[in-house]
């Protein structure tokens, strides 16, 4: 099956952390690059951080949670994930792990994941 599996995701206070993961399924896991992106009710999806594909990615974060969130990918693995520090009530959203193709391989152009709740609250 071709699917990216999220967890990670829950309740933690202002200030706390909280590390997400995603494991992809069904396709070419080095071959594609990989973003989290999360959407806020009421308010429109955003990229969160993103990594290229391959075995040596370089990263990209939204200026809202560059020097709090690190995203990270373990190709023997399958799994990419998002580590995020100094958690913010506005952080507070429904966090979704996303695959891109790089290159004329096999496989689907793009896979979303089912997407995962967290939530800062004190």
């Known amino acids: 099956q071709v699917q990216l599996v999220e967890s990670g995701g829950g309740l933690v206070q202002p200030g706390g952390s909280l590390r997400l993961s995603c494991a992809a399924n069904?396709?070419?896991?080095?071959?594609?690059?990989m973003s989290w992106y999360r959407q806020a009710p009421g308010k429109e999806r955003e990229l969160v951080a993103a990594i290229t594909s391959g075995g040596a990615g370089s990263t990209n974060y939204a200026d809202s949670v560059k020097g709090r969130f690190t995203i990270s990918r373990d190709n023997a693995k399958n799994t990419v994930y998002l580590q995020m520090n100094s958690l913010k009530p506005e952080d507070t959203a429904v966090y979704y792990c996303?695959?891109?193709?790089?290159?004329?391989?096999?496989?689907?152009?793009?896979?979303w994941g089912q997407g995962t709740q967290v939530t800062v609250s004190s």
């Open positions: 069904g396709f070419t896991f080095i071959r594609y690059a």
């Open positions: 996303k695959a891109d193709r790089r290159g004329p391989y096999a496989g689907p152009l793009s896979v």
